[in-house]
């Protein structure tokens, strides 16, 4: 089976409202962990990373917490907006370059 | 631009025909993957290349598809005798210098319809 999945396929937020995407994988050897957003037509788009020796790491607007300890992956995203529907995987790698994907979330904003 | 491109962005084959998809990685970039994504599903990855090394390609479905990468940038992945289980999405990957990021840039990719 798939080693990196999602607990939601859909979520719907309210605009300016926090969204929290979750994710859980199995392969503890699994040492580096992305996000990625992908819109309608288009490749998926880097957003943040996480390396598994750490619990969190904030960008612009996106945080990632890491929960090793229930192999668990979440990405959240402050003051949601229009711009941010996309669906949004989860993704993996032992360090080998090859790059496991979940199968997906898709936020909608509502307005 | 300075992305990763593809072509076409749209193919549609009978079945039985051979295909082939091209990426142009970012220039420089010695990393380049190829991932097949159904509809609805998370990319799923086919085959990664070193410069003009092909390093794995435990993803590849069947020995109708092949990739190669001779010049170390330009890529084409080739389907033979299409089925109708191929259609998909073929998205290309490219990233930078070994040891400095796994991030990986990808393109638009090529919606392969198989009819």
């Known amino acids: 089976g798939e080693s990196v999945g999602l607990h939601l396929p859909t979520l719907s937020v309210q605009e300016g409202d926090n969204s929290i995407i979750n994710c859980a994988y199995s392969?503890?050897?699994?040492?580096?962990f992305i996000w990625y957003k992908q819109e309608s037509g288009k490749g998926p788009q880097f957003i943040i990373d996480?390396?598994?020796?750490?619990d969190k790491r904030q960008g612009q607007r996106v945080t990632v917490l890491l929960n090793k300890t229930v192999k668990h992956l979440s990405l959240q995203i402050a003051a949601t907006q229009p711009g941010d529907s996309a669906v949004y995987f989860c993704?993996?790698?032992?360090?080998?370059?090859?790059?496991?994907f979940g199968k997906g979330t898709r936020l909608h904003i509502l307005p | 631009g300075a992305g990763v491109s593809q072509s076409p962005r749209y193919k549609v084959a009978k079945r039985g025909q051979d295909v082939a998809l091209r990426c142009d990685p970012i220039?420089?970039?010695?990393?380049l993957f190829w991932y097949q994504q159904a509809l609805g599903q998370g990319p799923e990855f086919l085959t990664y290349?070193?410069?003009?090394?092909?390093?794995?390609k435990s993803g590849l479905p069947s020995d109708r598809f092949f990739a190669e990468r001779p010049e170390g940038s330009v890529s084409t992945l080739k389907i033979q005798r299409t089925q109708q289980e191929d259609s998909a999405v073929y998205l290309c990957?490219?990233?930078?210098?070994?040891?400095?990021?796994?991030?990986?840039?990808f393109g638009p990719g090529t919606r392969l319809t198989v009819t």
């Open positions: 993704a993996e790698t032992a360090g080998d370059d090859k790059i496991i």
């Open positions: 290349f070193q410069n003009e090394a092909q390093l794995d």
């Open positions: 220039s420089g970039h010695v990393s």
């Open positions: 990957a490219s990233s930078g210098p070994l040891g400095i990021s796994y991030e990986q840039y």
């Open positions: 392969n503890s050897a699994s040492d580096y």
């Open positions: 996480i390396r598994s020796n750490m």
